[in-house]
Nanobody
Framework: QGQLVESGGGSVHTGGSLRLSCAASGYTGSRACMGWFRQSAGKERETVAIMSVARRSTFYVDSVRGRFTISRDSAKDTVYLQMNGLRPEEAAMYYC????????????????????WGQGTQVTVAS
């Protein structure tokens, strides 16, 4: 079956940078869409960035556009989220997720469409 394994979280000061990684461990199936999501205490899970694996097209939530970059290394089967200019309100558990198999049209934004999830990696931003 395989799984997605996130890493790279940690604690930074406001304005700092982190690069999150999401490795497909033992995962052999195709994935049409990959995404990064975040959730902080008492809030709903929020979409941060989405990538269509085949089209290489990307989507970013407005608040991170220009500061965050989603990318994929196909040789390593790993998806990254480069986060620059981090803000205290962006402290959260960050999750990587995927849609198994194919997907017709553009990748969906809401997290409920994604059916493979990692365990998450914690990001803390000190003011």
């Amino acid at each position: 079956q395989g799984q997605l394994v996130e890493s790279g979280g940690g604690s930074v000061h406001t304005g700092g940078s982190l690069r999150l990684s999401c490795a497909a461990s033992g995962y052999t199936g195709s994935r049409a869409c990959m995404g990064w999501f975040r959730q902080s205490a008492g809030k709903e899970r929020e979409t941060v960035a989405i990538m269509s694996v085949a089209r290489r097209s990307t989507f970013y939530v407005d608040s991170v556009r220009g500061r965050f970059t989603i990318s994929r290394d196909s040789a390593k089967d790993t998806v990254y989220l480069q986060m620059n200019g981090l803000r205290p309100e962006e402290a959260a558990m960050y999750y990587c997720a995927a849609i198994r198999g194919g997907w017709i049209g553009g990748c969906p934004k809401p997290p409920q469409y994604y059916d493979v999830w990692g365990q998450g990696t914690q990001v803390t931003v000190a003011s």
